[in-house]
């Protein structure tokens, strides 16, 4: 009896912590998505409808949060290292770095999409453009990762598909005030394109777990996420660059009150 009582009282395992660690991690990161996923779009609209005109720096913000993920990154290490024993700094190997070097290139360019098509649709069009990810998904997943069709991407494909094209048939009703027929039909396949382009960048990603050759943990994933959304950054960054999109962010250099709206809210 004083065995089992023992046995009862001793503190949690380090497999149990782990777990519980890894649930709270993965909620934490839903959650920020989750909410970056909504509210992200609605800013950058309202940048582009008070006169902003800077697309490269708006896709640099879409992925310039990239340093948060060092939190769980720290969390996690502190927790290896109370384990005992030596711990690695980090568990990506170099061609692992390699490919989400050009993974993060990809996502920079599907930014400046995304943001380019944001700047001529409303944010109602764009959402449901950029839903016909799922059914590309679908797609690429079973050209690249052999992923089977099943009947629900099958109808995925086939009505989103048929979706965005009435859409763009019959959109003009919701079109910006003033805004030619040109800019507006630029905007939407820029949009469908960023679609595209990261409906093509997610089997990527999943073929990059598989030829990894390492256990993929919640860790590796986050350190992947991170080199990603740095190359992201960086390539959002060259383009700012060449666009001088930058000035935004000098005071000295600042161009018109429009460019500016979010560092100098217009005064009523």
């Known amino acids: 009896m004083e065995v089992e009582s023992q046995q009862q009282q001793q503190p949690p395992t380090t497999n149990q912590i782990s777990k519980h660690l890894r649930w709270f991690l993965i909620a934490l990161n839903f959650t920020i998505m989750a909410i970056g996923t909504a509210v992200s779009p609605l800013l950058l609209r309202l940048y582009f409808l008070k006169g902003g005109t800077r697309k490269w720096l708006s896709s640099w913000l ?3 949060g990239w340093p948060l993920l060092f939190i769980p990154l720290a969390i996690s290490y502190a927790h290896r290292r109370g384990g005992g024993g030596p711990t690695k700094l980090y568990l990506m190997t170099p061609p692992l770095f390699l490919a989400c070097t050009v993974l993060g290139l990809l996502v920079g360019l599907d930014d400046f999409l995304y943001a380019y098509g944001l700047s001529y649709l409303p944010v109602s069009t764009t959402s449901i453009l950029i839903s016909t990810q799922l059914g590309f998904t679908a797609l690429f997943a079973f050209l690249i990762v052999k992923q089977r069709f099943t009947s629900f991407s099958v109808n995925a494909v086939v009505l989103l598909s048929i979706g965005a094209v009435i859409l763009g048939l019959h959109a003009s009703g919701d079109r910006p005030q003033g805004e030619s027929n040109t ?5 939407f396949f820029m949009t469908l394109a960023a679609a595209v382009l990261y409906a ?7 073929l990059t777990y598989a030829k990894a050759k390492q256990v993929v943990t919640y860790t ?3 350190e992947m996420q991170l080199v990603m959304g740095f190359f992201a950054t960086v390539f959002c960054t060259v383009g700012m660059l060449v666009n001088n999109d930058y000035s935004i962010l000098l005071p000295s250099c600042m161009g018109t009150p429009s460019d500016s709206f979010f560092f100098n809210p217009p005064h009523h």
């Open 62 to 64: 879409e992925t310039a």
């Open 220 to 222: 590796l994933v986050i």
């Open 183 to 187: 800019l507006y039909y630029w905007g």
């Open 200 to 206: 093509f960048i997610l089997p990527l990603v999943e």
